[in-house]
């Protein structure tokens, strides 16, 4: 796709974003839908500068998507860019997937050239599947980090990675020791953190992988580097919360073992967050750390049925994650289908408005990125993704059937995947295009 882009671009299209979190409330009462069809998204030097009914004037490049539906681009809060190679793999829950695939395939981007070429297939795929922020998990090579941020440079997307953290409980070739992995951070976090739409963070695998000393060498980190994030994973499995209370018998459940090493706050993303308790989900309220809901991957690993409606109930943020390769799909639609059937085993009824808001305007305010993307206010960098509502004769048959806008949409993102995408922009740039 092109690099350049003219100044001023106006898109048209079905425009749909979210000005408040719908909640869970039914949909003909949910607050914060944006709907404006057939509408101009004005679009200067890479960000939002209006959104208007009629056709702008001569001074704007016009190009016209009438009739597609026009999407913040969705933001994946966890996702591994090396697991591409294990997707889809058969037969296994967490602790055995990881030593019997995930390790294995981590392994490989010791090779610098695998590396390059890995994190280049990962960033295409996003943009592919209309995902044009991520939170990320590169491998526990340094040059891994570096070309995954080298990359989503070169293509103006908005990255939070860092090198993985393991010093202990892990293959040889995949543990670092914590003074080579603080040289190795400290000097990631002075190339690449805030650097274009990048942003470092420290990133502990989860408590098995790290000691005490790993982790309260990532805490200084966080502390004397501002706007750095902590990303790692939390109460996905059983076996998995069962291993932590054996290695730190002095906290409280798995989510303490991160509080006491002072690395919950509010730039802290934990992914999964499915066994966790009341007191658990207070203390997440209290630091502002927010769970990457992975519904997918749940759903493949066998790991559980995350209760959204009780993590938020007590004031937990709750963002979306395809976890790839857990989840069996970098397709943020395929990932809030799941999310759907996981709250419907547990007595919820998801609409499309809070599904959708979790992927867009939801994720950019947990992350406190909410100025900079996932929404069509003006200022907001231009990431857009464009979409047909149908893509074949039985959904277009179903979306046409149709009573209202929910009813549409919800089917949509039950029958959808990636196959919809037509475009995606990038700060305004056009960096994917479907093929004839």
């Not at 989840?327 to 599904?355: C, E, F, P």
Request: some cysteine; proline content about 4%; overall charge negative.
């Amino acid at each position: 796709m092109t690099t350049d882009t003219p100044s001023r671009i106006a898109l048209r299209g079905d425009l749909l974003d979210f000005t408040a979190d719908p909640g869970f409330a039914a949909p003909a009462g949910a607050p914060g839908v944006r709907f404006r069809p057939g509408h101009w998204l004005l679009v200067a030097d890479g960000r939002i500068a209006g959104v208007q009914a009629d056709a702008p004037d001569a001074s704007w490049q016009r190009v016209d998507h009438a009739g597609k539906l026009l999407l913040p681009g969705f933001i994946d809060t966890h996702v591994h860019s090396p697991q591409l190679d294990v997707i889809a793999s058969y037969g296994t829950e967490l602790l055995e997937w990881l030593n019997t695939y995930t390790f294995p395939a981590e392994r490989r981007f010791a090779d610098p050239e695998v590396a390059v070429a890995g994190a280049e297939r990962f960033l295409d795929g996003l943009l592919a599947h209309g995902t044009t922020s991520a939170v990320v998990f590169p491998t526990v090579h340094k040059h891994s980090a570096d070309a995954l941020f080298a990359g989503a440079e070169r293509r103006g997307m908005r990255i939070i990675a860092g090198k993985i953290l393991m010093d202990r409980h892990a293959p040889d070739g995949l543990r670092d020791d914590v003074r080579q992995a603080e040289r190795d951070c400290v000097d990631l976090i002075q190339r690449w953190h805030g650097r274009a739409r990048l942003a470092y963070a420290l990133t502990v695998r989860f408590a098995p992988t790290s000691t005490s000393a790993q982790m309260q060498m990532a805490a200084a980190l966080i502390e004397a580097h501002p706007g750095t994030y902590m990303q790692t994973h939390v109460a996905e499995n059983k076996d998995e919360v069962r291993w932590v209370a054996e290695l730190f018998p002095e906290a409280r459940s798995y989510l303490d073992v991160y509080h006491r090493h002072r690395l919950l706050n509010e730039r802290s993303v934990l992914a999964h967050g499915v066994w966790l308790d009341d007191t658990d989900r207070v203390l997440l309220r209290e630091t502002g750390a927010q769970i990457a809901h992975s519904p997918s991957s749940n759903l493949f690993l066998g790991s559980g049925l995350f209760d959204w409606l009780g993590a938020e109930g007590q004031g937990a943020h709750v963002s979306m994650a395809s976890d790839v390769g857990g989840g069996t799909s970098l397709s943020m639609i395929r990932t809030l289908a799941d999310a759907y059937k996981i709250q419907a085993l547990r007595g919820v009824k998801l609409t499309a408005w809070k599904a959708l808001y979790s992927a867009t305007r939801g994720a950019a305010r947990a992350l406190h990125l909410d100025d900079e993307i996932g929404s069509f206010d003006v200022g907001r960098h231009a990431d857009v993704a464009v979409w047909d509502w149908a893509h074949t004769p039985v959904m277009q048959h179903r979306v046409d059937l149709a009573q209202d806008l929910h009813e549409k949409l919800f089917a949509w993102m039950t029958l959808g995947d990636e196959r919809l995408l037509e475009a995606a922009y990038v700060a305004g740039v056009p960096r994917y295009h479907r093929r004839p």
